[in-house]
């Protein structure tokens, strides 16, 4: 999983001026509210910074959010503007936590994950076609798995999979070779284009559509394009006898396993109210055929060497997605640098806090924050380990004063992506 991009994690209608939401993105836990003076989305760590309530839990007050256990007011920046059992004193300055950047675009709300100032931030990726209404009619939905986010997206890209798996509903099993495609690709992105060949419409569809015929030879060509934009985005097209079909979704990843994906299917046939129900089963019936095989793939995540699994000339698109997510992780984006863990040989992640922007932008806070970036948990393990060897453990601790912590804990300073070969993801 990857910091430094712009995430989709909640349709905009969904979130409600007073009314916090818990989201969870990269394995860590974000409270989104709607502030009242201006109706803007506010993103922030749902992690109290005094004893890690979830801030989703409280109320908001004016454009502040208050947490639920002791009434600490954080203002939309993450900074504490409040401390009721304290209301004369002074505020700590690490009564702090991280505010991410917002922007609500395309039907959805994108926060960005990661500390990059404006200008080296990945882009958005263009879904402008979501915003032309007078094209397209659209439908949305979301639908969970228990795999990993980046198979899901590898199964979305993949043509040659249709005939088998979605035999009889756009994969045509009659004709399953994958003709030459046109390719379109860019640093953040890659496009695939292929015409192929349709199965027979059924239902709705069928019942007007040149498709329905049984005979293949006098069944219109499909022209097809899927596109994936990193890290978690994908686009299918489909050009249709009777219009043009556009499914956007985001793979959203809530740890390695589970996945949320958010999706918005456009359409510029059937465009009545009446035909909406129709269009999310057909969208939704896809997405379980997926799920019933993804789910079963083994390794579980994508293996990190390319020639552990064997590629064919149809997995260009997959094959790319591999090399770019390589770069990243050789960058230092990956997450498993952003894990508070506990110490001792049992310890237990409890919680990923990302570093925002403010970190970087505001130098004289660089020592004020509590949950700081800390390395991997099999990085600390071997930092014990090595430490142990060479000291004398404590036999007693005063009940006031605790055991020293590790160096990597109480030392490590944020880092900048790819500075350390400590955070890079192995």
Not at 50 to 60: D, I, K, P, Q
Not at 234 to 253: A, H, M, R
Not at 343 to 359: F, K
Not at 381 to 397: D, H, Y
Request: aromatic letters at 8%; glycine letters at 6%.
């Amino acid at each position: 999983m990857f910091k430094n991009f712009w995430y989709a994690v909640e349709f905009i209608d969904d979130v409600k001026v007073g009314s916090p939401k818990k989201v969870k993105v990269l394995g860590q836990q974000l409270v989104l509210y709607r502030k009242p003076s201006d109706g803007k989305v506010v993103a922030m760590s749902d992690l109290c910074v005094h004893r890690g309530a979830a801030l989703s839990e409280g109320t908001v007050k004016g454009d502040c959010i208050v947490c639920p256990y002791h009434g600490w007011e954080y203002g939309p920046d993450g900074a504490v503007q409040k401390i009721p059992a304290h209301p004369n004193k002074g505020l700590p300055r690490k009564a702090r936590i991280d505010a991410y950047p917002v922007e609500e675009k395309y039907m959805m709300i994108w926060v960005f994950m990661g500390d990059l100032p404006e200008e080296e931030r990945p882009p958005i990726p263009d879904w402008s076609a979501v915003d032309d209404t007078e094209t397209f009619r659209a439908v949305t939905g979301e639908f969970l798995w228990h795999s990993n986010y980046e198979r899901i997206l590898e199964n979305g890209v993949d043509v040659a999979h249709t005939p088998f798996v979605h035999g009889g509903v756009f994969g045509n099993p009659e004709k399953p070779e994958v003709p030459d495609y046109e390719i379109e690709e860019s640093p953040w992105h890659c496009k695939v284009s292929v015409v192929l060949e349709p199965p027979a419409s059924k239902g709705l569809w069928g019942m007007i559509t040149p498709n329905r015929t049984k005979d293949m030879t006098k069944r219109p060509p499909v022209p097809v394009s899927t596109t994936w934009w990193l890290p978690n985005a994908i686009l299918l097209e489909v050009d249709t006898p009777i219009g043009q079909l556009k499914i956007f979704d985001v793979n959203i990843p809530i740890d390695e396993e589970t996945t949320l994906v958010k999706f918005i299917a456009l359409r510029t046939f059937f465009k009545g109210a009446w035909a909406d129900r129709d269009a999310k089963r057909r969208v939704m019936n896809v997405l379980y055929q997926d799920r019933d095989v993804v789910d079963t793939v083994r390794p579980e995540l994508l293996p990190f060497d390319l020639s552990d699994e064997l590629h064919v000339k149809s997995d260009y698109n997959c094959v790319l997605y591999r090399r770019r997510r390589q770069q990243l992780i050789d960058m230092g984006w990956g997450v498993e640098g952003n894990t508070i863990v506990g110490e001792g040989t049992a310890a237990r992640v409890e919680a990923r806090v990302i570093p925002s922007p403010t970190r970087k932008e505001v130098p004289e806070l660089a020592s004020a924050w509590n949950f700081k970036e800390v390395r991997s948990r099999e990085l600390l393990k071997s930092e014990a380990a090595r430490r142990s060897a060479v000291s004398t453990p404590l036999t007693q601790a005063t009940p006031d004063i605790p055991a020293e912590e590790p160096e990597s804990v109480a030392t490590t300073p944020v880092e900048t992506p790819g500075t350390h070969p400590d955070n890079v993801t192995t």
